[in-house]
């Protein structure tokens, strides 16, 4: 059966983005080169992992993984990604805004949901298909698909470093038992954790 999982890099002191998110710095300062390196750094240490990343059916993700506005959509933005976002499946871009769905190269579909967490799982699980949903990001959405109980498997990419303020995970999240899975693996730059979510 299709789970719903969650990939995610984090500082030590559980910070997925960084203070200050601007358009010329989505992840805040401080954060991207030193959450994500080891992707762009060691792809090829890493690259079962990255894969693991992109393999769902479908992802699901928060306005503000998707673009920096909060207001009424600008049409023309269409992602940090470029024309061919690295998705290659349907996204659900919840949003308090309603827009048409925006297709991109290379299977990339971005719907725009209005209707709540899960009304986006629900959309995005029939898209899957016999596929995993990945919640994607940022903090707030995951932490409020943990709060609800609808995450099954977390994957935590911990970087070696502690950036102090920020987007923090699990923020309101709640009791919340997690179980190991498999083996911690990583290298000098992240330490790769997996968790099931025990109900």
């Known amino acids: 059966m299709s789970k719903v999982t969650c990939d995610i890099a984090m500082s030590v002191d559980g910070f997925v983005a960084g203070p200050n998110q601007s358009l010329e710095k989505p992840l805040g300062e401080g954060a991207e080169e030193r959450l994500h390196s080891w992707m762009f750094d060691e792809p090829e240490a890493h690259a ?21 506005g909060r207001d009424a959509w600008d049409l023309d933005w269409k992602g940090w990604w470029g024309d061919e976002p690295p998705y290659h499946a349907p996204v659900f871009v919840l949003t308090h805004h309603p827009r048409e769905p925006l297709p991109m190269q290379g299977g990339t579909v971005f719907n725009f949901v209005t209707e709540g967490i899960e009304a986006a799982l629900a959309q995005a699980r029939e898209a899957a298909g016999d596929r995993d949903v990945a919640i994607a990001g940022g903090a707030q959405t995951v932490n409020q698909y943990l709060a609800a109980g609808l995450i099954d498997e977390l994957r ?6 502690i950036l102090g303020r920020g987007e923090r995970l699990f923020d309101g999240v709640g009791d919340t038992n997690l179980e190991p899975v498999g083996e911690v693996s990583g290298t000098g730059l992240v330490t790769h954790l997996m968790y099931r979510v025990v109900r």
């Not at 990255?50 to 992802?59: D, R």
């Not at 935590?156 to 470093?161: K, R, S, Y």
């Open 156 to 161: 935590l990419h911990v970087a070696p470093v």
């Open 48 to 68: 079962a992992v990255i894969e693991g990343i992109t393999a769902a059916g479908a992802f699901i993700m928060g306005r503000n993984m998707f673009g920096p």
